[in-house]
């Protein structure tokens, strides 16, 4: 099987840390066609690194030079509209760290771009990709969820739109995906600087809540799920508890030696890249796609404008 030519677009802290740490991997699917960064010492310390068939400033300039099959879009979301745009439009396949964009109409547009250019067009939700919610998908199966909590809390003293929107996508595209459409947000609060929480109704019938502290004590990430009969309680990114008929189901933690794990592989990076890689190949809608991501920012649009924040 032939190899995809693979560039890699910005070399900061994810890609140099997460994403091109985990290539060796990916060795006997890929070629590294190019490198992409502005900066010219973090351009020369990937290309140092990693055996990348070239290094360029910027998309247009390896566009000039070589055209990939397809790209890993590791720049700065701020600058992730222009520089996807100019891949789509090459024709060549991308996947993007999360947030596509911070802008529904922007992102609608890209979506309808990759449309029109027949190409892949997958977001890094990574957490699509962890063991322990995956494992929790499965235990549920067509077991229909009643009930739903998914938080995401921090110590960070942030409640602009922008940053909800990047840490929101991470629990709240799992909680599509485990529990199902949105139907209707019935209500949210922001307290600045610290909360912000919604009521929402699914469309299944159920509900759901969602909620983010960022003044919180600790990091947490946690997902808790009631149905008929079953309930599950995962942690990220390595803990999940199952129950069927009050008895649990299953060890607890997954995915994790003590001291000898991969983060790449534990965080769900490497998977997501890999399901990137086989659809590239097979012309198949991603799980994560940009497309099903616009309904994730479509909701948290409807919780920030009951909660009387921006939206973006």
Known sequence: MAKIPLAVVGYGHMSSQSYCPMLHSLAERIGLAALVETDEERRAQGMDIYAFGGGFASV????????????????????????I?????????????KPDTHHLAAARELVALAKERRCVYQVGQNRLFLTALRRAK???GETPVDFAHV???????????EYLLDDGLHVLSPLLWLAGEVAEVLGAVCVPERLLSAHLRLASGGAATLTMHLDSGYWVERFLLHG???????????????????????????????LLFNPASLLGFQAAVDHFLDCVGSRAEPVGSAASLLRVHEVMNEVFARAGIPTL
């Open 60 to 83: 247009r300039e390896m566009l000039a030079a070589r055209k990939p099959r397809a790209a890993l879009v590791l720049v700065p979301a701020t600058a992730h509209y222009e520089v």
């Open 85 to 97: 745009a100019e891949l789509l439009e090459a024709g060549v396949d991308v996947y993007t760290e």
């Open 138 to 140: 499965e235990f549920f």
């Open 151 to 161: 938080e995401k809390s921090k110590p960070e003293r942030r409640t602009d739109s």
């Open 228 to 258: 008929p009969g079953k309930s599950a309680n995962v942690v990220t990114p390595d803990v999940v508890e199952l129950y069927q008929d009050g008895h649990q189901v299953g060890d607890s933690t997954v995915g994790r030696l003590p």
